[in-house]
């Protein structure tokens, strides 16, 4: 059976009050009196007893505090939460729950997505990284420093009768160490793995029998906590940039602590692709090869052992597509003498090459491959360009989402296409899985940046298709960890 899933709202509760102080005595006289009945032995009692209460008390918050160390979130100051608290939105919202999602497709089992609606929460559960705790922190994505409203952060996807647990970088690494991850894509990419860094960047924890030899050599513990009989090893790593190339936008991070290699590969459409060239000058619109694979990433990933794939948004804009070095059509191109396809066509020819290319890689046995669904953007009353904007404060209600909404035909196209290939690959060594996001992200309109981010023209440009960090964009490793955990791919 498949997850239903749903976002909740995380309210922040208040501590219980304080119990009423104990009453005093009032009389001096008796207390005095009081002080002459109580004999010696009876106050070498008391003191016993208030020290065995100590040591235990003690030993209590101990213990307390170590699994603070595993499982604490970076701390805010006290202004912060109680800006936090007033800006969070009440329970009763407004945002009446859907139990009807006849008019949407029905997601496949298989996939950690089904119908869902909202409900508020009562478990606050805040990120476990913020702008201060990420040392490779992008600043274009600091939506809060740059003043968007935080109630973004207070939503969480979380299914109905099973869990996405949230993400644990000590297990992420536990998976992948000695390993190579590789993401593969356009700028969606790129801010995924921003969120994943962040991520991996918090404190990690091991906790073993002390004495034994069950500390793995390569840990180099931070910090020693002793506890009875349990050694927790606290460390936190920072990964170093072992490679960019000169565009920047191919990157390669090493963590030397657990042996695991991070790259992202820059791709717009995964197949070769350069600008058209308009009076010898290279225009915004590109002229793509429908049948040969992109060699900016397929060259590098012979040596991966997971790949991350994602695309779909450049397809909308201007392209020239060609097989076999002939023009057969283009995407917006509106030219008399060419064939005007969809972006939905394109973006399916371009995903086959890539996952044929795969699926026959000489080099990459072993490799297991996620294709994480489309997400669109949320551009209001205008695009990128013509002044279109995102200022919600709150996720959308599933009754505003167009049933026709271009994202459910892309991610058809990607289910199937996945299907295919995974149906070539039965019985082979290649597996291919799914990061199926497209729906949660559908309802997320209030947590891209918007006009809340760095520009570096002086246009003034509202992103309403990155995703602010923290943000939703986290649930996208959560649900990678949970799938790689549970080993949750078809063989």
Not at 480 to 488: P, R, S, T, V, W
Request: aromatic fraction near 10%.
């Amino acid at each position: 059976m498949p997850c239903p899933l749903r976002w909740f709202l995380l309210s922040l509760s208040l501590p219980p009050s304080l119990p009423p102080s104990t009453p005093k005595l009032h009389c001096s006289m008796e207390w005095s009196v009081i002080q002459k009945k109580v004999g010696p032995l009876l106050w070498l009692l008391v003191i016993s007893t208030i020290l065995v209460l100590f040591i235990m008390h003690s030993s209590s918050t101990f213990s307390i505090s170590i699994k603070a160390v595993l499982t604490q979130t970076p701390l805010v100051t006290t202004s912060d939460v109680s800006n936090q608290s007033t800006s969070l939105p009440a329970n009763t919202s407004g945002v009446t729950p859907v139990h009807d999602s006849s008019s949407s497709p029905q997601l496949s089992a298989g996939t950690f997505a089904a119908p869902h609606f909202f409900q508020c929460s009562s478990k606050p559960r805040a990120s476990i990284y913020t702008n201060l705790t990420c040392p490779t922190y992008p600043d274009i994505n600091n939506c809060g420093k740059y003043g968007k409203d935080q109630r973004y952060l207070y939503w969480r996807w979380q299914p109905d009768s099973c869990d996405i647990p949230r993400f644990e970088p000590a297990t992420f690494f536990d998976i992948v160490r000695g390993k190579k991850m590789a993401f593969i894509g356009d700028s969606l990419a790129r801010n995924q793995i921003d969120s994943l860094l962040c991520l991996l960047s918090q404190v990690i924890s091991y906790a073993f029998t002390a004495g034994t030899n069950s500390t793995p050599e390569k840990d180099q513990p931070k910090l020693r906590l002793q506890h009875d009989d349990v050694l927790i090893l606290v460390q936190a790593e920072t990964p170093r940039e072992a490679s960019r190339d000169s565009s920047g936008k191919c990157l390669t991070w090493y963590f030397p602590l657990h042996d695991f290699t991070l790259m992202v590969m820059w791709t717009e459409y995964f197949v070769e692709a350069r600008p058209r060239i308009i009076n010898g000058t290279a225009s915004n619109s590109f002229e793509i090869h429908l049948d040969k694979v992109s060699t900016s990433w397929a060259e590098k990933l012979p040596g991966v052992d997971y790949a991350v794939l994602s695309g779909g948004n450049w397809f909308f804009r201007g392209i020239h597509l060609y097989e076999e070095g002939k023009i057969v059509g283009c995407v917006n191109c509106r030219e008399q003498n060419l064939t005007e396809f969809g972006a939905a066509v394109a973006i399916r020819r371009a995903l086959r090459t890539a996952l044929q290319f795969i699926s026959s890689c000489k080099d990459c046995q072993g490799l297991v491959t996620f294709l994480r669904t489309f997400t669109s953007s949320h551009f209001e009353n205008g695009s990128w360009l013509t002044g279109g904007y995102c200022n919600r404060t709150q996720p959308l209600d599933e009754t505003q989402i167009p049933p026709d909404d271009i994202a459910w035909e892309v991610r058809k196209i990607q289910l199937e296409e996945i299907a295919r290939v995974r149906q070539q690959e039965s019985g082979g060594k290649m597996r291919f899985g799914v990061l199926d996001v497209t729906r949660a992200m559908m309802l997320r309109a209030d947590a891209h940046p918007g006009d809340h981010w760095t520009k570096k023209s002086k246009a003034s440009l509202n992103d309403c298709l990155h995703w602010c960090l923290p943000g939703p964009i986290d649930m996208w490793s959560d649900l990678l960890l949970a799938i790689l955990e549970k080993k949750f791919l078809p063989s």
